[in-house]
């Protein structure tokens, strides 16, 4: 009977130790790291691969944002920038630049990796998805960047059309309605003003070149 109590015992305090532990472990503050250029599906796995080189164990790897359970030593800031250099990225420090990175990611994610287009526009998509004034956020990607953030929504469009008409898959009218066009005359005369082509001489083209996503707007 000591012996059937004392094991209750055991168990409800081993039970008690790991319900602390993992508590623990969940509340603990992670660290956000900011990267540049990180655009698709490959650079999150190349960001997994040197944060594990170094022992790093993250939360979250998503778009331009990562979080990890450790801070980071000077010495693994440089590793893993130097590593993250080599696939073509790029660890952030400074406050615009993190902002306008998350701009682009957001924008990224919104056209080109999401089937459906936000029901709101995309002023106020931002402005709710990143916490920002729009006026603010439009007044920094435009000095920094050269170009407005309407401007960049816009050729980043152009070239997720570019990608359906290469695929065939929907014809003007669906793709207009995908991406949230008036009209497939909006998008026929949008699409010419970027590339100096209607989207039917475009699908006629050999050589159909399209833009890297990292070097839209770059």
Do not use: W
């Not at 540049?36 to 594990?52: G, I, P």
């Not at 944002?65 to 440089?78: A, F, K, P």
């Not at 936000?118 to 007044?139: C, I, R």
């Not at 695929?167 to 026929?188: G, M, Q």
């Amino acid at each position: 009977m000591i012996y059937v109590t004392f094991l209750r015992y055991s168990i409800r305090q081993t039970a008690s130790i790991e319900t602390t532990f993992i508590h623990l472990k969940k509340s603990k503050i992670s660290l956000k790291i900011f990267i540049k250029y990180m655009v698709s599906k490959r650079c999150k796995m190349a960001v997994k691969e040197e944060l594990q080189k170094l022992g790093l164990h993250f939360v979250v790897v998503d778009l331009g944002e990562v979080e990890v359970m450790e801070d980071l030593t000077s010495e693994q800031r440089i590793q893993l920038n130097l590593g993250l250099r080599r696939s073509g990225l790029e660890l952030m420090d400074d406050k615009r630049s993190v902002l306008i990175e998350k701009i682009v990611n957001v924008i990224i994610e919104m056209i080109h990796h999401t089937d459906e287009s936000p029901k709101v526009n995309y002023s106020d998509y931002l402005s709710e998805k990143l916490g920002y004034d729009y006026t603010y956020m439009s007044n920094v990607f435009s000095e920094v960047k050269g170009i407005t953030i309407q401007q960049f929504i816009i050729v980043n469009k152009i070239e997720r059309v570019k990608e359906y008409l290469i695929y065939d898959e929907l014809n003007l009218t669906e793709i207009s309605y995908k991406l949230h066009y008036s009209s497939v005359a909006h998008l026929s005369n949008q699409f010419k003003k970027v590339t100096g082509l209607t989207p039917s001489n475009y699908k006629q083209l050999k050589d159909k070149k399209r833009s890297a996503i990292e070097d839209i707007g770059a």
